[in-house]
């Protein structure tokens, strides 16, 4: 298994301000992804993030809305750039060690 | 799209069985079926997973037909904690992708 933080838990911010979030897993892992929920919704999917190489981004996503760093085995960053209250969601991170991902607490954006 | 339907919502007793349904009738051979859950906007939890054989964990029991075109994911004795949605993904093994759909919001009842 593995034991994934994220940071911020939770943040309010402006339209047109861009906001960082970072993941943290207790141990090394080739794969890592990031999601995201809007509110009610169910899950989907924006970018796989593996180290050594850039992300891949999924359908209706692109790089320079959600940059995507994977600096290291454990550890992982998303932006979310010029924001809009469209973007307001929770942003999950998850990490799949062997045959299972394990995903973060979430970080809950609010745009305004 | 996801490739598994699950009942919108179910209520259950405190203390009784909870069984969750879910249907991926287009499942292939190497496929494994994956239940998650998510309490109150929480990060997805793991459950149990399986590809052909019954499976059984300290949390849960997860049930494939012979056919693998459903299953069923028990609760032997649901408490109050155990209220939130639960997803069923399919996924060959391999691959990484998850695709989720709108899971089934499990209510236990006091």
């Known amino acids: 298994s593995a034991v994934i933080s994220q940071k911020p838990s939770r943040d309010i911010c402006q339209r047109g301000t861009s906001l960082t979030i970072q993941c943290q897993v207790d141990s090394q892992v080739t794969m890592m992804f990031w999601y995201r929920q809007q509110p009610g919704q169910s899950l989907t999917l924006i970018a796989t993030?593996?180290?050594?190489?850039?992300?891949?981004?999924e359908s209706g996503f692109v790089i320079d809305k959600f940059p995507i760093s994977r600096p290291n085995l454990t550890f992982s960053t998303l932006t979310v750039s010029n924001m809009s209250p469209e973007d307001s969601s929770i942003y999950l991170c998850?990490?799949?060690?062997?045959?299972?991902?394990?995903f973060g607490p979430g970080t809950r954006l609010l745009v305004l | 799209d996801a490739k598994t339907t699950q009942p919108t919502s179910m209520d259950c007793a405190e203390g009784r069985a909870a069984n969750l349904p879910c249907n991926h009738s287009t499942i292939s051979g190497n496929e494994y079926v994956y239940w998650y859950r998510q309490i109150h906007s929480q990060g997805p939890q793991y459950i149990i997973h399986g590809l052909k054989n019954n499976e059984t964990n300290e949390m849960a029991s997860l049930i494939i037909t012979e056919d693998r075109k459903s299953s069923t994911l028990i609760l032997p004795h649901a408490t109050l904690r155990d209220t939130a949605v639960y997803y069923c993904?399919?996924?060959?093994?391999?691959?990484?992708?998850?695709?989720f759909g709108t899971g089934t919001r499990l209510k236990v009842l006091a």
């Open positions: 993904i399919v996924r060959a093994s391999g691959t990484y992708k998850y695709i």
């Open positions: 993030a593996n180290q050594g190489s850039e992300a891949t981004y």
């Open positions: 998850s990490a799949e060690p062997g045959e299972t991902q394990y």
